[in-house]
C-alpha cells in the first residue's frame, strides 16, 4: 500500500477543506493526527487526517495542513479548537507525536518520506506492502 501526503496549507481555508474531508469520509478515517514540532523555539503543529484507501484503490491518503498551528497546550488557537471538535463530533480520538520541523529538510518531500518513516515505525500506518 502507498501511503502519500496531500498538502493543503495552512490558512483557515485549508483547515475548513481538511475538517469537511473528515466529515465526509467518516467511514474511511484511519486516524487523526497531531504532529508538533519546534524550530528556532517555535512550538506548532500540523494536523493530519489519515484515510483508509479507496476501494479498489491501494493509495492511503495523509491530507495535511502543516506547521500552521500553535502547540495547543501553549498557546489555545481557534484552529485546534475547530479540529478537536470534529475529533469529538465523530468520535475519534487525536493522536499526538513529537517529530522535527520541515523546515529542517530542504525538500518537502524528504520531510514526507521522514513522517512516512516514524508513522510506519509507530504502526500508525501499514507497512509497505
Known amino acids: 500500500m502507498i501511503q502519500k501526503f496531500i498538502h493543503l496549507g495552512e490558512g483557515f481555508n485549508d483547515l475548513y477543506e481538511l475538517l469537511e474531508l ?3 469520509n467518516q467511514s474511511r478515517i484511519h486516524m487523526l493526527l497531531r504532529l ?7 512550538e506548532r503543529s500540523s494536523i493530519v487526517v489519515i484515510l483508509q484507501p479507496a476501494s479498489p484503490g491501494k493509495m492511503m491518503p495523509l491530507y495535511l495542513c ?3 498551528i ?3 497546550e501553549k498557546k489555545p ?3 485546534y479548537r475547530l479540529f478537536d471538535q470534529v475529533a469529538s463530533d465523530l468520535n475519534k480520538p487525536i493522536h499526538a507525536l513529537q517529530v522535527k520541523s ?7 518531500e524528504l520531510y514526507y518520506q521522514y ?3 516514524v508513522l510506519r515505525m509507530n504502526r500508525y500506518i501499514p507497512p509497505l506492502q
Open 22 to 24: 473528515a466529515k465526509s
Open 36 to 42: 508538533d514540532s519546534v524550530y528556532d523555539s517555535i
Open 66 to 68: 502543516l506547521e500552521g
Open 70 to 72: 500553535p502547540q495547543p
Open 77 to 79: 488557537s481557534e484552529r
Open 102 to 108: 520541515a523546515k529542517e529538510f530542504k525538500e518537502l
Open 115 to 117: 513522517l512516512i518513516g
